[in-house]
């Protein structure tokens, strides 16, 4: 042959073919090591042994319960002398089978027998009868053939009769035996159920307690390549069909593998084990199959963000909640970022965070404090007001009116305000504009006086006349200091000249509705303060404060203790003079916005002074945004100066700058640097004034920070969980509008409303203590009853007719209480809002569904009824009026002890709540100083025997009818009264505004809420 013709060395590619078979062998080998070595089968592997041992320990618990349970030796007893009795009687129980069992085989046989038989006797008995028809020669043949097959059958049929009985007979033997048997072993089983499934269950996971056969099978089906089959190792996960997630520009279902590692996540018994095998807190809230999340409807990743499909740590894109934490994740688990995905998961500071997603239209969220404390801090500092969000577009400014500013304070005390807020009032929510970390350097600080100066200069000049009424008398101070203890001041305002080093929480910030009442001496004066007194509205007619209706004499008394008090340190600093070289750069700098420079120049050689500090003040108004708290003439369309944070959650992180400052380039860190020092990304910054940042100031704690970072990390968009969200049902609407005017108007401040607020009790019991000579003890066991109402059930209590009456003008209801339902210029929006709001609270039909009046027919009460309830009434028998007021009749006792008039019942009191009222009050009303007449755990037997013939329900009712007619003629002019809405519909609109009422407010003397 010739010479090979091959261009390949054959021993060559053979060696080349072994090197890659092997390396082939062992990158296989490699994958599926890697494949059987995942993670989180360790950790599946590590919560086994936690739930061998956890279920064992309760297996060992309730065996032990079990065995020592009298019950339970008992019955073993019974079982014991069962057995024996069964191995006495039912000895012969063999014999008995095996009769049963021959039975068995002749009733087969015989009834085989009888349905050959009768089948013939079928046949001959057609043939009889057609031969008797047609007078066949055969007929008596036929005749008697059919006899004979029937006799057959006859006797067939009592063969099976006797065979069945003795059958029956045989079996009730051995029933009879057994019944016994099985009903103490069935009875065993149910007692013993719960030692049973431990038993079963540590079979199927405990090796030590599986057979041999189990043992060598699960070892066998957990090896490599096998275990794909049906390992006890698996991937968890929770398919969310009605949550969708975009995967490779796909919206497919979301799919959480989370409890591929949190395998204990909603089960109770590892509330003290180690993560990643913890219970979930509150069960009863979220996870748990009896809770409005339950797991398999919400997974994970809808609350806490992350990436649903990861198995692993890192791709789980979990969130460090500090720089400690992300070192020890970064060496305990080699955790790194987990770059390009969207929605990492929370940090634990802010998790709550993800509650927003779907009830971004609530203003509280259940179990979500941290939450509510952001939103709470949001609304107070007025931060809607700059930063447009949706969930508070129509929301009123947060700052008081300047339009009449002049009338109310001196330019050199407003000159100093602005300069620095904190020095004045130490808990102020006005932020601070200037001596910030990018105007704090001497230049800019000369710069920030000059910019005051124009401010300051444009709001007085733009300020309009507000008449100042003149004050009766001059006031006294001391009488004026109990005014405002006692008629409820405190339930929005406080007069705390010393910072406090409590936490912020909801219930504090309700005492910060109204501005903290110090140095007001040197803000305005005496004067202004009385005519504000008198009539909040006149001054400022969109204000949330509401009219107390105090006399003259009151408001110039309060006026005279307001204003007493001064800040003379504040006021002792000296104001800078105007200097007009900076100021010329100001007004040069303002005017090459719309000009060139020599044009800005030529401009301001024409301006006089005056001219100057108005067109900089304006222009600087505007550019700092002063007029999205206030109302400033000359600003009523401007638009707010702050960037939109309705999605600002959902901003990507490479879209916020974080300049030169050195912190982790995550959002929460951004916020919260923001929120810290908001002109800090300015820093090493080279900028000209009118670029650099401006936001101000708010000196929040780190406290309030993270809850209100919390709050902006759940201002998302996320319209994959739209079916997720709280139901838009008609109730749910009627809450969203009531909390929402609730929280704006801060009724909470004096009254408990769904279960929070009343935080003026406190006051009420230094009330009672300094000026009623109560000891502290004292004091705090009346607080109750000298505190606005607790407000649970009020929708089911009051008519709705009633109710909007009551809102719109209040009357006196407990005129032993000082603290008085002052009047709100409610607009008619929300008074039909808040009467919805109470209905839907109780789940009491709408207002619509009832009539305004005429609700309860006073004419079918029968005289039987009125002399048995008169006698109820009566001091014989339940002496009502002891502690009711009745018409202008004041009880006896003191005033602790009094309850409201009888007289309103008619027209304020549902009449089948007044049934259930004295059925049992303190179910409706825990803690009520009512009595409880009718004893619910013996309530047969509780009322008087000698009236009605002792029945409880017609004494209840005819008390209940003559409670009603005890009602006095109303000695009000006849004039048109608002009512609600006579149509239901779901709210619009949140909006408060415009606060102008129905009709003109009461100016009587003070009255109880």
């Not at 950790?43 to 339970?72: C, G, H, M, W």
């Not at 990743?301 to 460090?320: I, K, L, Q, W, Y």
């Not at 770059?339 to 802010?350: D, G, R």
Request: glycine share 6%.
């Amino acid at each position: 042959m010739g010479q090979d013709e091959r261009h390949y060395n054959i021993e060559n590619l053979n060696r080349l073919f072994a090197i890659a078979s092997l390396v082939l062998l062992g990158a296989l080998i490699w994958l599926f090591k890697d494949d059987f070595s995942h993670k989180w089968k360790q950790y599946q592997d590590q919560f086994r042994s936690l739930e061998i041992e956890k279920t064992r320990v309760k297996y060992d618990l309730a065996k032990n319960q079990l065995d020592n349970s009298p019950e339970y030796q008992e019955l073993q007893k019974q079982l014991e002398a069962a057995k024996k009795n069964y191995a006495e009687k039912c000895s012969d129980l063999g014999k008995t089978t095996k009769a049963i069992d021959k039975l068995n085989e002749e009733k087969d046989i015989t009834e085989q027998q009888f349905r050959v038989v009768k089948a013939e006797m079928d046949a001959a008995k057609f043939h009889y009868e057609e031969a008797v028809v047609h007078h066949a020669t055969d007929l008596t043949k036929a005749k008697s053939y059919y006899e004979k097959l029937d006799k057959r059958v006859q006797d067939l049929q009592a063969s099976l009769n006797r065979i069945r009985e003795s059958s029956e007979e045989q079996t009730q033997i051995i029933t009879s035996c057994e019944e016994e048997l099985k009903n103490l072993e069935r009875q065993k089983r149910t007692v013993a159920r719960q030692v049973e499934i431990l038993e079963r269950k540590l079979k199927k996971i405990d090796p030590g307690a599986m057979s041999m056969t189990n043992q060598i099978a699960s070892l066998v089906r957990d090896m490599p390549v096998l275990e794909m089959s049906n390992s006890r190792n698996r991937v968890q996960q929770i398919v969310l069909k009605d949550v969708t997630e975009n995967v490779n520009f796909m919206n497919v279902a979301r799919v959480d593998r989370c409890t591929t590692c949190h395998l204990g996540i909603d089960n109770s018994d590892y509330q003290n084990s180690p993560q990643p095998f913890k219970t979930h807190p509150k069960l009863e809230l979220f996870l748990g199959k009896d809770s409005s999340h339950p797991m398999d409807e919400f997974g994970c990743t809808v609350c806490h963000g992350g990436r649903g499909r990861g198995t692993d740590f890192v791709s789980a894109v979990h969130t460090p909640s500090s720089e400690e934490q992300r070192k020890e994740w970064e060496k305990k688990y080699g955790w790194h970022e987990y770059h390009h995905w969207k929605e990492p998961m929370y940090a634990k500071p802010y998790i709550e965070a993800g509650c927003f997603k779907c009830h971004s239209d609530q203003s509280i969220v259940k179990g979500a404090e941290k939450l509510n404390l952001g939103l709470n801090l949001i609304e107070k500092s007025g931060c809607y007001a700059c930063h447009e969000i949706e969930k508070y577009k129509d929301w009123p400014k947060p700052g008081p009116a300047l339009t009449h500013l002049a009338s109310k304070s001196t330019k050199d005390w407003t000159y100093l305000w602005i300069a620095s807020p904190q020095a004045f009032r130490h808990n102020t929510r006005m932020p601070a504009f200037f001596g910030q970390s990018n105007n704090s350097d001497p230049e800019s600080v000369k710069r920030s006086e000059q910019e005051i100066h124009t401010m300051v200069h444009y709001l007085f000049a733009e300020s309009q006349e507000f008449p100042l009424q003149s004050m009766p008398h001059w006031g006294d101070a001391q009488k004026g200091k109990e005014i405002v203890a006692s008629v409820g001041c405190f339930g929005c305002h406080q007069i705390q000249p010393q910072p406090q080093k409590t936490p912020t929480s909801r219930q504090s910030l309700l005492k910060e509705q109204g501005p903290n009442l110090i140095g007001l001496g040197s803000k305005t004066s005496k004067v202004w303060l009385y005519n504000w007194l008198k009539d909040p509205h006149r001054y400022h007619p969109k204000t949330l404060m509401p009219d107390l209706r105090l006399s003259d004499e009151e408001a110039a008394d309060a006026a005279a203790y307001l204003s007493q008090e001064k800040n003379t340190e504040f006021m002792a600093k000296k104001v800078p003079a105007i200097d007009e070289a900076v100021l010329n750069k100001i007004v040069d700098e303002l005017l090459q916005k719309n000009m060139t420079p020599k044009q800005s120049q030529q401009k301001l050689q024409t301006m006089l002074l005056d001219e100057k500090l108005h067109f900089a003040g304006q222009k600087l108004i505007g550019s700092y945004g002063c007029y999205s708290c206030h109302d400033i003439k000359g600003f009523e369309n401007y638009k707010p100066i702050g960037t939109e944070l309705t999605e600002e959650g959902s901003k990507d992180t490479d879209k916020l700058d974080f300049g030169f400052v050195d912190i982790e380039h995550r959002k929460e860190a951004w916020f919260t640097q923001k929120l810290k020092d908001p002109r800090i990304f300015d820093m090493h910054k080279i900028r000209m004034a009118d670029e650099k940042l401006r936001m101000p100031n708010f000196y929040f704690s780190d406290q309030e920070i993270e809850a209100i970072v919390t709050a902006l990390m759940g201002l998302v968009e996320d319209g994959t969980v739209e079916k997720k969200k709280m139901p838009r049902t008609t109730k749910n609407l009627y809450m969203e509008e009531g909390q929402e005017i609730v929280r704006q108007f801060n009724c909470q401040g004096c009254h408990e409303i769904e279960g929070e607020g009343g935080v003026i009790q406190e006051d009420v019991i230094s009330w009672l203590v300094n000026y009623d000579n109560r000891s502290p003890e004292e004091a705090n066991a009346m607080r109750l009853s000298f505190s606005p109402p607790n407000l649970i059930g009020e929708g089911k209590k009051v008519h709705s007719q009633w109710l909007f009456e009551f809102l719109h003008e209040p009357t006196s209801i407990r005129p032993w209480l000082k603290a008085r339902m002052p009047t709100y210029r409610f607009n008619t929006a929300h008074l039909n809002a808040l009467v919805k709001y109470f209905n839907a609270i109780d789940s009491k039909r709408s207002p619509h569904e009832f009539p305004f009046s005429g609700i309860f027919d006073m004419k079918k009460i029968t005289p039987e009824e009125l002399e048995a309830g008169q006698k109820l009434f009566s001091k014989d028998y339940f002496g009502c009026a002891q502690c009711h007021i009745v018409g202008d009749k004041m009880p006896a006792g003191s005033a602790d002890s009094w309850a409201p008039n009888f007289a309103l019942a008619k027209d304020r009191l549902d009449p089948e709540w007044i049934i259930e009222w004295m059925h049992n009050p303190q179910a409706l009303l825990p803690g009520t100083k009512m009595p409880t007449y009718f004893d619910p755990q013996n309530f047969e037997g509780a009322g008087p025997e000698d009236i009605l013939g002792g029945d409880e329900n017609l004494q209840i009712k005819a008390l209940r009818n003559y409670i009603l007619t005890l009602s006095q003629p109303q000695k009000e002019e006849n004039k048109e009264k608002p009512k609600p809405e006579v149509q239901s519909q779901p709210p619009t609109s949140t909006s408060p505004s415009p606060v102008t009422s129905p009709a003109p407010p009461s100016t009587t003397a003070p009255e109880g809420g």
